[in-house]
């Protein structure tokens, strides 16, 4: 029933009135200063700063829709029916993963104005102080580190009231959050009785669980209250509500949907130095392609994916895979498409003592309709919450046997390992709900992975889809790390705060043998869609790497990567509000550049 929804036709509220190109033909001029390729989180950040100057133009390419008049993409409740497979998702499949016993799975990314952020679960976490400290350490440039990133984590959100207005005293700390930034960041607005059990074993068991006030302070190790990017109106504030509609009112800014971009073509090279001048686009494999000029730069802001394949067929790679295709080698660059890294997603499943779970509303029509309407009508209620109210972070004892053999992959003590989040329902991107009994699911999420993937090229064909290996649970570091969450998962529903609502777990979870929960584990994992890494930032020193600190491609000049791809290293935090941060410094970069 809910996933139905997000076929509806019917929107209650519009979020852009200017005209969106579909015909690259119709565009008024073939040249600009700027051209964007990808409206996505950070895509649709980059395209809104530069067109603050009046004096840039920008045209910003997306492949795929609009945002406008797709339910789902504004109710936080429905978003889990956004992916996979439909018509504003990529609709990726990885290859078979070793760590999941050879599984295949879905593998969506946002295929729609605002990317990702239009489809993800809305989930704001910055991550920690050690992991933005590394990536300056990684990069030798300070201005990636904690204390210089904090200006613009600020920059980019606004803190909100919730939907019901309550107080959120104790709850979220207001002085290290934003109050003007574009993306409505708020606390859940639909407290349930398994909300107040959640934060009572925080008191019952301190030690283990301890409450944080904020996890976005730099210090999110505990369990507290999870802050989305959804409006105080109860409305999903994503990349392209939140910076580029109001963008678009700009005389300098061009937004193309619809139309892929099929190769970034160099215009010039000087000593072996390639520029960057143009990006190719079509709208179909057989259709004609147009070209258009970027007298300034080109910004790739594919995504962790599609950054990846179009550097290849546009001959930036390895150049023994793309000769491999007959793509001539415009520059060697043997990193693209490596070092995929993604947080694997497993969901655990309680039977439990209620009535008042998810599964009420998806198993009632007319309560679904009812909930729908109060949205509708007062921006309240379950569907003005993304699902979950609460999450936890944690690390491995330092004495863990793991360590033995491996060295800690996180960032540093105040990053986590795992997470849990705990969800009034059963969630899962692999099994289906059953059709009676009312349950819990703590989510238990590899946060640091040791694991490395890729993403490579299927064919030349920019319309043939990338072979896509997040690698998920492959190294025995993280199958151990899954194993110890599911039972610190299993130890927290232990608390008194649970007693006579816990009637037993599901399946193998029932398990106290470690490889056990390690099969289940292999059997059951998914994806929570964070990929980063695949074009990663180092120095300018550092021969490796795609783009140096200023995130220009290394080797080339007029090409810029702004996007999750650049990451060196996966942060152990739902890496939208990082993503934010990041390109709103790559505006501040770029402008500077051409001031």
Not at 508 to 518: F, P, Y
């Amino acid at each position: 029933m809910l996933r139905l929804l997000l076929l509806s036709g019917l929107a209650f509220q519009s979020f852009v009135t200017a005209t969106l190109y579909t015909d690259p033909t119709q565009l008024p001029t073939r040249e600009y200063d700027f051209v964007v390729v990808g409206a996505g989180t950070a895509g649709s950040v980059i395209a809104a700063r530069l067109s603050e100057n009046p004096a840039f133009s920008v045209l910003v390419i997306e492949a795929g829709s609009s945002n406008q008049n797709i339910l789902a993409a504004e109710v936080p409740f429905l978003g889990s029916s956004l992916s996979p497979n439909t018509a504003v998702t990529w609709n990726y499949t990885t290859t078979p993963q070793i760590g999941l016993n050879n599984r295949s799975i879905p593998y969506p990314r946002g295929y729609v104005l605002g990317g990702s952020s239009t489809i993800n679960f809305e989930i704001w976490t910055r991550g920690s102080i050690d992991d933005y400290n590394r990536f300056a350490d990684v990069t030798c440039d300070p201005g990636w580190s904690w204390d210089e990133m904090f200006h613009y984590m600020k920059k980019s959100e606004h803190l909100v009231p919730p939907t019901d207005n309550r107080s959120v005293f104790g709850e979220v700390d207001p002085s290290i959050h934003g109050k003007k930034g574009p993306v409505q960041v708020s606390l859940g607005g639909f407290v349930s009785g398994m909300d107040r059990r959640v934060i009572d074993t925080t008191r019952e068991l301190d030690c283990e669980f301890p409450y944080n006030v904020d996890m976005n302070s730099g210090y999110p190790l505990g369990l507290g209250w999870v802050q989305n990017s959804v409006s105080s109106k109860g409305f999903r504030s994503s990349s392209a509500t939140a910076y580029l509609t109001p963008a678009m009112e700009r005389d300098n800014l061009d937004v193309l949907i619809q139309t892929r971009v099929t190769k970034l073509v160099a215009v010039s090279q000087e000593n072996g130095v390639p520029t960057f001048g143009q990006v190719e686009v079509a709208q179909t494999a057989t259709g004609p392609r147009l070209l258009f000029n970027a007298t300034k730069e080109v910004i790739l802001s594919g995504g962790a994916i599609n950054t990846p394949q179009l550097l290849q067929l546009s001959g930036v790679g390895d150049s023994a895979l793309l000769a491999s295709f007959n793509i001539t080698t415009i520059l060697n660059l043997e990193d693209v498409g490596k070092n995929l890294s993604d947080h694997p997603f497993l969901a655990n499943h309680w039977l439990v003592n209620s009535t008042s779970t998810f599964e009420k509303v998806g198993r009632n029509a007319t309560l679904t309709a009812d909930l729908l309407a109060q949205w509708n009508a007062t921006g309240t209620g379950l569907f003005s919450d993304p699902g979950a109210n609460q999450i936890g972070w944690k690390r491995l004892p330092s004495n863990s046997s793991i360590f033995q053999q491996y060295p800690d992959p996180s960032a540093g003590p105040a990053s986590a390992h795992y997470e849990l989040l705990p969800v009034n329902g059963f969630v899962s991107f692999v099994e289906s709900t059953p059709a009676t009994g009312f349950f819990m699911s703590v989510v238990t999420n590899v946060a640091s992975p040791l694991s490395r993937g890729s993403v490579t090229l299927a064919s030349s064909d920019p319309f043939d889809n990338p072979i896509i290996n997040p690698a998920l649970l492959e190294s025995p570091f993280d199958i151990y790390v899954m194993v110890e969450a599911i039972k610190s998962a299993k130890r927290f529903v232990e608390a008194p705060a649970w007693k006579g609502y816990i009637i037993q777990a599901l399946g193998a979870l029932n398990s106290t043998i470690d490889e056990d929960l390690a099969e289940y584990a292999r059997n059951s994992t998914s994806t929570v869609f964070h990929p980063v890494g695949t074009a990663r930032m180092t120095s300018y020193s550092n021969q490796d790497g795609v783009v140096n600190p200023d995130l220009l491609v290394k080797g080339s000049s007029g090409l810029r990567i702004v996007d999750a791809s650049v990451l060196p290293y996966i942060p152990a935090a739902h890496p939208q509000a990082c993503v934010y941060a990041l390109a709103e410094r790559a505006a501040d970069l770029i402008k500077a550049a051409w001031s």
